[in-house]
DNA sequence: ATCAAACTGGACTGTCCAGTCTAATCAATA
DNA sequence: TATTGATTAGACTGGACAGTCCAGTTTGAT
């Protein structure tokens, strides 16, 4: 074999990664002390050093390597399949979908990083936002789009609609989750029951009587 | 008069006051730096901790006296007098003067900051979410109660019923704002546009289709 | 004019930390 | 076994910065 090396490498940049996520999401990019992120990572700090330039430049490739996942983690749930099944259903399993992949601490803690650091690194707020909330709104209102053509959904704006939807869906626990701490992220059940009512209310003011 | 010193005190403390909120709000706690903020003030380093204990102790006083403010105008304004008025009239009037209290590039800057530092200051988060989205949302639902009796909304749980509207008022605005910047914060035109929309669809849901 | 409290500028201390350097060790290949 | 590249421990540099100290000045009241 002739990778060795290479295997070496990528073992401990995915070391360093790991633990430069860990210490980065509990301390933000300023508290984060390179020193505790070699530790972390069992790895000396010329190690770290060999394989990313300097501390911005690991903590950018973390945001980007976090924002990535989760984006890919929703793109693969829900993949439009539902696309002949009722508006009702179509929807309540998106919600159900995006609260339970998003209000995780993972994700809410890199939320309020990013969010702490938008002054800083303001490029790192656009692409979560273009990543997260903006891929959902775009599925839906394709969605939406087609649940229109069928009748089963009012005549309207569908990007509109589905940005109402999304936050109707998101908006509570997200907020409280920013200010509250992991402790602020509801539980299981009350996030079920809140995808519920933001799916009912939503179909009262965009549904079609018929259905 | 007996308050020359008084008078001086009082206003060298004002001063460090509103530097440090603008030096903080734009550099969060870590990165503000006191030398800055004495120069800012256009006071010496030994006045700013004559008057305070530590920078600690200047940041919670500086988000202290932020988020009380902000408390008051939002309590200010729409003080329940509009209880005689029809739903729809009292629901709009409460959802542009939230907006048109709330998002604002200071308070937005304040809550970004607040939200950055949740894991070192909590009490930070809990004080901000108590004192702005749960005094709204109390003052809703305390008004929801009232036309629920009167036979304009729908029985229901009046402080879900809020809660609900609340964020369909503000968690887009908001949260387009945390992560864009206070480019993210949408026009007035925009905000009152998403105004509007949100109380139709609230009372499609909750409002009582006579009237 | 005198006094006391507030204030100033700037030097100073101690600490923390990003990033570098060195000399030695370890692991895989040939 | 010899070579090569990755890794390590830890010392070190330089700069930033919270907080203190001091010696002198300003301010307002008596």
Redo the contacts with the bound molecule.
């Keep these: ?5 290479a295997t ?2 990528r ?2 940049r995915e070391k360093i990664l790991a633990a430069a996520e860990q210490v980065f999401l509990h301390s933000g990019f300023l508290g ?4 505790a992120i070699a530790e972390t990572a ?6 770290v ?3 990313f330039q ?3 430049a690991l903590f950018l490739e973390v945001i980007a390597a976090m924002t990535g996942g989760a984006a890919r983690a929703i793109g693969e749930h829900t993949e439009d399949a539902l696309d002949d099944s009722p508006v009702r259903d179509y929807l309540t399993a998106v919600a159900l979908d995006q609260l339970s992949i998003v209000m995780t601490p993972r994700l809410m803690q890199l939320r309020r990083m990013v969010i702490g650091e938008a002054e800083r690194f303001p490029e790192l707020g656009r692409s979560l936002y273009e990543n997260g909330p903006l891929v959902s709104i775009r599925r839906i209102a394709r969605a939406l789009g087609h649940y229109i053509s069928i009748g089963q959904i009012r005549e309207c704006d569908p990007h509109l609609a589905a940005t109402q939807f999304n936050w109707m869906v998101m908006g509570a626990p997200t907020n409280a989750a920013m200010l509250l701490g992991d402790s602020g992220i509801p539980s299981q059940s009350e996030l079920h029951a809140h995808a519920l009512e933001a799916v009912r209310i939503f179909l009262s003011a965009y549904g079609v009587p018929s259905t």
């Design positions: 074999m002739s990778n060795g090396a070496r490498v073992r401990s984060a002390n390179m020193d069992s790895v000396s700090k010329q190690t050093y060999a394989r300097s501390k911005e």
